[in-house]
């Protein structure tokens, strides 16, 4: 796993590599907490994301793009109102995989 620091101060997350979380249980554990994911384009992993309402789709093979998505994960909605978010995402996961 690689650190990153440099996307914004608020933000301290830790990424794996689109090989490593390709088609893994990332997106269930995600919907198992309701929170929204920030996904790259890569397998099936969009088709489980509703852009703006359970996550935020990037680029795989883009860095700026990868960081563009998270920096528009955090300027969005689906961040700001997270607690609504968040029963919305419970309800998609039900709706989908229960």
Known sequence: MKRWSYISRRVNCSYCSDVDVFQ???LFLGYGF???RVVTDVGL???DVIAARTGVICESR???ARTAGIERYFG???YHELAWRRAAIHAHANE???
Do not use: A, F, T
């Open 76 to 78: 969005r909605d689906i």
């Open 24 to 26: 893994s249980g990332v």
């Open 62 to 64: 883009n860095p700026e």
């Open 96 to 98: 989908h995989y229960s």
């Open 45 to 47: 992993l969009p088709q």
């Open 34 to 36: 309701n929170l929204p």
